[in-house]
């Protein structure tokens, strides 16, 4: 049993249920619950609005923090949908890969929408609560390490941080040694007989692969076929989704950081916007770009 889970709990309802209910409420939205409401159960509503504890009595503050906690949320939804990509590609179910691709592919369009609350923030406005975060960034955050690790983008020195934070840790150093999304793909390329070698598909998974002309040319095969039963060129379109997706999601993320503390020293050690400019020039499945050059 979940200890985490509400001491109420939903009772399932049948479509047969719902149209009695409606029917003998005339049509009216149902108003007295022997407990708690049943939305509140199931979306823990009570927990979620109680999880902001803004350190500054400036009311933007609150802003920032919805926001960052509310792409946390989008980070593990992302890589929830990512890891269930994985799942299918390995049992080489690729018709069944494409809607949680797509799935993904729309949770980063929400979360790019994210930023577009934060555009109010001015270097003054950010000032007047920056100071009370200490080293507190963006860049600690080990949900977004998942995710670039299972976009292929990995580092190991960037799980250091988390080394006192033990269960976290351990989980980023597992992401670290798997095989990320690309790894399957490539794999999963492998499998239908493209010529992938086998230095690709057997290798330390937790060190920084480049690109290699054999996944590329792969590729450029793939697409010849333009046909409805290619799923594997339906694959690359809904991956070189995702990839644009996330793309935008870094640029969106530098362009709020100009806009709010131009080229300043990041609060967690970074110097800000350089870093991400650096980060920015990792491409996410570079293959499937450049591949694009040859079709």
């Keep these: 049993m979940d200890e985490s889970a509400p001491t109420a709990v939903l009772r399932p309802a049948t479509a047969r249920e719902r149209t009695e209910r409606a029917r003998a409420g005339g049509g009216l939205p149902t108003l007295e619950f022997a407990d708690r409401v049943p939305y509140d159960v199931y979306v823990r509503t009570e927990e979620l609005h109680a999880l902001q504890y803004p350190l500054s009595d400036d009311a933007g503050e609150m802003s920032f923090l919805v926001i960052s906690q509310v792409m946390e949320l989008y980070f593990g ?155 594997l060129r339906l694959l690359g379109e809904a991956l070189t989704e995702v990839a644009e997706q996330f793309g935008l999601w870094r640029y969106r993320h530098l362009s709020a950081v100009r806009r709010a503390m131009g080229a300043k020293p990041g609060s967690g050690g970074s110097n800000g916007l350089a870093w991400l400019e650096r980060s920015m020039a990792r491409e996410v499945f570079p293959e499937l770009w450049s591949a694009r050059t040859y079709m």
Excluded: C
């Excluded at 609560?129 to 080293?135: A, D, P, V």
């Design 77 to 231: 939804l992302t890589r929830f949908e990512l890891r269930e990509v994985q799942q299918l590609l390995r049992a080489d179910d690729v018709w069944g890969a494409l809607l949680p691709l797509r799935r993904a592919a729309l949770h980063l369009e929400g979360l790019n929408a994210s930023w577009q609350g934060l555009r109010w923030m001015t270097p003054a406005d950010f000032n007047k609560f920056r100071n009370q975060l200490g080293e507190g960034s963006g860049f600690q955050s080990a949900m977004y390490r998942h995710l670039e690790f299972l976009l292929d983008l990995k580092t190991a020195s960037l799980i250091r941080p988390f080394r006192r934070q033990l269960d976290v840790y351990a989980e980023l150093a597992d992401a670290l040694a798997s095989p990320s999304l690309w790894d399957d793909v490539i794999a999963l390329l492998a499998r239908h007989g493209h010529a992938v070698p086998a230095e690709l598909t057997e290798r330390d998974f937790a060190a920084d692969r480049p690109p290699h002309p054999a996944v590329e040319a792969a590729w450029v095969e793939i697409y010849r076929d333009g046909g409805p039963d290619n799923h």
